[in-house]
């Protein structure tokens, strides 16, 4: 998702479904598109879950881009189609600033490059119904928040890595 402002974040979340879980760690790499302009700037969150769907974890997203504000806000998403279901709430914005995790969310992870910041956090949920979220900055500043849910498993669920990568052109 992009932004056409001349400062602006660019977002994006990827996810490998039924992954082998790692005896020690997995290893992301990340490659520029021949083409991507130079002076693109690439920081990333990674996570991984178990208990996710193993063929077709992906239920609801929803993107939402911002002007000049302290809350990275998102969603709502469309109903979940099950209960238990991994919320994930990502957000970045163009200021050196200071991400907090918004209210009834955990598993918070953050990175502040000189120039801007990525946030990612989740929840998990036992109801069906429409997802929100939001990411706390420290500084107004164009920003976009992405919200994605995943569809679990009671028992015997698959392994869920999720890359969160910000860029800004």
């Keep these: 998702e992009r932004w056409t402002p001349t400062a602006s974040p660019v ?11 790692a005896v020690g760690t997995h290893t992301v790499t990340i490659t520029y598109i021949p083409g991507t302009p130079p002076n693109i700037a690439i920081t990333a969150v990674i996570d991984e879950f ?9 239920d609801q997203t929803a993107v939402k881009k911002t002007a000049t504000t302290n809350v990275i806000d998102v969603g709502p998403t469309g109903a979940t189609i099950q209960s238990e279901e991994l919320v994930c709430v990502a957000g970045a914005s163009i200021s050196a600033s200071t ?17 801007a910041q990525v946030s990612m956090q989740s929840k998990v949920v036992s109801v069906i119904g429409t997802q929100s ?32 990568k910000r860029g800004r052109t």
């Design 50 to 58: 178990s208990g996710i769907d193993k063929t077709s974890p992906l």
């Design 11 to 21: 977002v994006g979340l990827w996810y490998a479904k039924n992954v082998t879980p």
């Design 133 to 164: 979220g939001e990411i706390n900055s420290s500084n107004a500043s164009n920003s976009i928040g992405l919200i994605a849910t995943f569809k679990g498993v009671l028992a015997g669920g698959g392994f869920l890595v999720l890359l969160m």
């Design 99 to 115: 991400h907090t995790v918004g209210a009834g969310y955990s598993n918070f992870h953050t990175t502040s490059p000189a120039v």
